[in-house]
């Protein structure tokens, strides 16, 4: 089962992966609400963002419009405006479309994360956050494990977040419980003030790595990149080397009280400025902020 990791330099905390999908999940449940593309009379609003689609080779968006042109010509079938909604919501999910709205460019996946930071408590913005950035390294300071540990605390007390997981391999079978990880996680968050907490998930590259330090590896005779420096240093200074370079290549990674809801996923846009009246001043705001 995957993981995703919340390293410090003295320990690591494992939250599991369930988890991990769920608070993708999470994310993106304020701006399915504000698209409502399950409502009747929905397809002005899918012909809409379609009309905004940046249509790209084998990205679906051709055989999204030819769905809904034939919505549009059975307009009382709704078997098929539900798959068409459907399969317009399942690819917003997995990676987005890119949109071109009054001349910007835009993502669906950015626009809906937006959504979240700028309606959403403070736990779906944390939510938020460690869904797009956990494999990429979102990070928290030290003086800042406290205060990210209140918001776990919140969102484990009102019911976002999920201590355990009950299942049955089999109807009527025996339940199984396992736990998520949030109680390893919060005793890490505030075990110390004096360390950064660092995160990865199981399917990409751990912390510290080379990449993030900006650490070049020599070349053998045969051009081929030679590794064995880099796993050679000591594991203090492959911290040192990676927090720095982590600092600079990706301060907007940071998860703090000046960030969670101020840093934004691109362009500070979400589906309600999208559906505003006056939408296209609204994302040139934004554009030239």
């Known amino acids: 089962m995957s993981r995703l990791y919340w390293h410090t330099p003295t320990r690591t905390a494992e939250l599991l992966g369930a988890e991990y999908a769920w608070l993708h999940n999470l994310a993106g449940q304020p701006a399915e609400a504000a698209w409502a593309l399950d409502r009747a009379g929905s397809l002005d609003r899918v012909q809409l963002i379609l009309g905004w689609a940046r249509a790209a080779d084998g990205d679906g968006t051709t055989d999204l419009r030819k769905l809904l042109t034939e919505a549009k010509t059975h307009p009382h079938d709704a078997a098929l ?31 809906d994360l937006n959504t979240a930071l700028a309606v959403g408590s403070d ?9 797009a950035w956990g494999s990429q390294h979102a990070f928290i300071e030290g003086p800042d494990r406290a205060w990210a540990a209140d918001i776990v605390d919140q969102g484990l007390a009102a019911g976002p977040f999920r201590k355990q997981l009950t299942s049955q391999a089999v109807p009527h079978g025996p339940k ?6 949030w109680g390893d996680v919060l005793a890490l968050l505030r075990e110390r ?11 990409g590259e751990s912390f510290p790595n080379a990449t993030i330090a900006g650490w070049e590896p020599p070349l053998d005779e045969d051009d081929e990149p030679v590794w064995d420096g880099w796993y050679e240093l000591p594991a203090a200074e492959k911290w040192t080397r990676a927090m720095a370079g982590l600092r600079e290549r990706r301060w907007w990674a940071r998860l703090a009280p000046d960030t969670l809801a101020e840093v934004t996923f691109s362009l500070p846009v979400t589906v309600y400025d999208l559906l505003a009246d006056d939408r296209e001043d609204r994302v040139h705001r934004a554009a030239t902020a």
């Open 123 to 131: 736990p779906m913005r944390l939510a938020a956050k460690i869904a």
């Open 81 to 111: 405006r539900h798959r068409l909604v459907q399969t317009l919501q399942v690819r917003m999910r997995l990676s987005g479309l890119d949109l071109d709205v009054a001349g910007v460019r835009l993502n669906t996946g950015n626009v």
């Open 176 to 181: 199984r419980t396992v736990e998520l990880g």
């Open 193 to 203: 003030d004096d360390e950064p907490v660092v995160l990865s998930y199981s399917a």
